[in-house]
């Protein structure tokens, strides 16, 4: 199985993202590297959704934006190793819709958020023969915990 | 020509861990058959299962979006480098969601695609979104003023099944506003008449018909049965029971109400926004809000209504545009306004909370606004037409007080009667004589009942609500009595 590491502090940041966003969906670029089984993020990149409509349930990145992407990866000397994406009112599975838009290899991130709060999140690979998608750990033990920052998946009112 | 194809990292695992793969073709469609030639793993990563570039799968030449040059019909020159690059897409999906394998297995013959063409060249819905519309399964309920242009409209669009309940007959007050029936149809079941007239204006739908009243027993098991729950109902009861069904199979219920001139559309959808209930957690006290044969309704308006609610469908099937989720949208007619209120969840919502504190149905007949189901009285309180027409030849001293609208009053009245209409009869009490028998009537029996209520607590004790009133009047004793 695969395992998605990500700093409890990315992941807080994804939270504030998809809840400051609500009721549309906010989406973003994982940047990071591979490493064995694990894929490492090391930067998030938070770009506008370019839907034009139906932006509650529905998010475009376009080839622009990835390209511009990728290039600041490159500098880094990182690739786009997957994306993240939010899904209000709405489980943190991804939809068929997803599954027809994904391909194998990249990490999808998917928070779910209702009443702008985070309930959890959750991250997902196709499958080589496109059929479903299998979730992944995240692995949030890399990276100290940050003081103030909430573990994605915990209630508010449960801290 | 030979061209350097850039392959993006997750798909270099099809491409033997090559970034770049060299291809041969004159144009971009070519080079990139070589490169599937080469690396056949990478094609349906590429390519759909009807052999089309996938959507989200973009092509750059030398930077350039091939979109804007010749899509897969450019050129390439030698020495020409081809990127691979993704649009990256994706989002909580539609009401169809989960019944992906239906809609992949439905397949749209060659009428149908005469039938749909319209539809079908419109890159939005095409032929992806008209096979979700046939494999979706809406419910509609009433076939009334909503129900015929949500059935007509559902129906030409290509809605695989359609269900319909109502069990009532077509009446000729109707007509001026169910499109779905014709004179000729007067004192037939709705259900019939409408099939007959959906299966000439689609025959290549499922139409299913369900003659019975929506209750509390058979809610649940007949919306299940659907994916989509539309509410065309023009009462308190089924309303609610259409609601907290929909919440409790977590179905959207796509919802309209009409009354005089104006009208609501929303959709109601509890796994995904506000409930019925959120708005109005309990039904109105009974005679509050007026039912459309008291209060009248401008017969296009359901039309206007009804179409909104077809358009709100067929976007939640197709999963385009943004749905009426979490809005409410008002029209008046006379001001020819729509507005549009923001909905908020409630989190203390009996349904549809994250606690809730309503799990089942509940019927709310017995005291919802329905006339004859209203007055839970006692035995003095009301008389029927047959009492009245004795009375009259037996030349007893009663006065008879009308509680109708002028208008109503001016379309039929029995002789010798008073009109105060009800809404002025607190202030125009001194107009009447406590010490007299007051035999009160309006169209039904629902207002009278109001007004009796009214008159005996003022002190005029010997008032008496005539039940099934002028209606009743008409089809038991007088015929000759305009019946509206």
Redesign the interface.
């Known amino acids: 199985m695969n395992r998605l590491v990500i700093t409890p502090r990315h992941l807080h940041t994804i939270g504030r993202i998809a809840s400051m966003t609500y009721?549309e969906?906010c989406?973003g670029?994982l940047v990071g590297r591979p490493q064995g089984d694990s894929t490492i993020v090391e930067r998030i990149l938070t770009v506008q959704n370019e839907r034009q409509?139906?932006?509650?349930?529905?998010?475009?990145?376009?080839?622009?934006t990835?390209?511009a992407a990728?290039k600041e990866a490159r500098a880094l000397g990182l690739?786009?190793?997957g994306?993240f994406?939010s899904?209000?009112?709405?489980p943190a599975r991804?939809?068929?819709?997803?599954r027809e838009?994904?391909?194998?290899?990249?990490s999808?991130l998917i928070v779910s958020v209702q009443?702008k709060k985070v309930m959890e999140a959750r991250s997902w690979r196709l499958s080589?023969?496109?059929e479903r998608f299998d979730e992944e750990a995240i692995d949030q033990a890399a990276g100290a915990p940050i003081p103030g920052y909430l573990p994605m998946g915990v209630h508010r009112e449960a801290v | 020509m030979a061209v350097t194809i850039h392959i993006?990292?997750?798909?270099?695992?099809f491409t033997g861990a090559h970034g770049e793969v060299r291809a041969d073709g004159m144009t971009v469609g070519e080079a990139l058959r070589d490169l599937v030639r080469q690396h056949p793993?990478i094609e349906?990563?590429l390519y759909a299962d009807d052999g089309s570039l996938?959507?989200?799968v973009?092509l750059?030449l030398n930077d350039e979006?091939v979109r804007h040059l010749q899509r897969g019909d450019t050129p390439l020159s030698s020495g020409d480098t081809l990127?691979i690059?993704?649009?990256?897409?994706?989002?909580?999906?539609?009401a169809l969601?989960?019944k992906?394998e239906e809609v992949a297995a439905e397949e749209l013959t060659p009428a149908e695609i005469r039938h749909y063409s319209r539809h079908l060249i419109m890159p939005e819905i095409g032929p992806d979104g008209q096979k979700r519309l046939k494999a979706a399964k809406v419910l509609m309920v009433g076939a009334g003023g909503l129900g015929s242009p949500l059935g007509l409209y559902l129906a030409a669009a290509g809605v695989g099944t359609l269900g319909i309940v109502d069990f009532d007959v077509v009446d000729e007050s109707n007509l001026h506003r169910q499109v779905l029936y014709g004179a000729q149809d007067v004192g037939r079941p709705k259900l019939h008449a409408a099939i007959e007239r959906l299966r000439g204006v689609n025959p290549h739908i499922r139409l299913v018909p369900h003659e019975m009243r929506l209750d509390s027993g058979n809610a649940l098991d007949l919306c299940a049965g659907y994916d989509i729950v539309v509410d065309g109902t023009d009462n308190f009861p089924t309303r609610y029971l259409v609601n907290d069904a929909c919440v409790l199979l977590g179905k959207p219920n796509v919802f309209g109400s009409i009354f005089r001139f104006e009208g609501q559309v929303s959709i109601f959808w509890g796994?995904?926004?506000p409930c019925y209930r959120c708005l109005f957690p309990e039904p109105p006290p009974p005679g509050l809000v007026p039912s459309c044969a008291e209060g009248g309704v401008l017969g296009v308006l359901p039309g206007i209504i009804g179409s909104l609610q077809a358009n709100e469908v067929i976007k939640l099937i197709a999963?385009?545009?943004?749905?009426l989720?979490?809005r409410l949208l008002l029209f008046d007619a006379l001001k020819m306004k729509f507005r549009e209120l923001k909905l908020r969840?409630d989190?203390g919502c009996p349904v549809c909370s994250e606690h809730p504190t309503q799990t089942g149905l509940i019927d709310y007949n017995q005291f919802c606004g329905i006339p004859q189901e209203q007055a839970r009285v006692e035995d003095d309180f009301e008389m029927s037409v047959t009492d009245l027409k004795r009375w009259m030849d037996e030349g007893r001293d009663f006065k008879i007080l009308d509680v109708r609208t002028p208008q109503e009053h001016q379309i039929a009245h029995l002789p010798g009667t008073r009109l105060i209409p009800l809404q002025e009869l607190p202030g125009r009490l001194g107009e009447l004589d406590p010490a007299d028998t007051l035999v009160v009537h309006c169209h039904h029996g629902g207002r009278s009942a109001q007004a009796v209520e009214l008159l005996r607590r003022k002190g005029f004790a010997k008032s008496i609500n005539l039940a099934g009133g002028i209606h009743a009047w008409s089809e038991e004793i007088d015929p000759s009595v305009p019946r509206y």
């Open positions: 009721p969906e989406c670029v409509e139906s932006r509650h349930n529905r998010y475009l990145i376009s080839p622009e990835v390209l990728q690739d786009i190793v994306y994406h899904h209000p009112d709405h991804p939809s068929e819709f997803d838009h994904a391909w194998p290899g990249y999808y009443n080589d023969d496109r | 993006p990292t997750p798909l270099r695992r793993a349906r990563h996938r959507s989200f973009n750059f979006d990127m690059v993704p649009s990256i897409a994706g989002g909580a999906g539609a969601e989960g992906a796994a995904r926004g999963g385009v545009g943004d749905p989720i979490g969840k989190p």
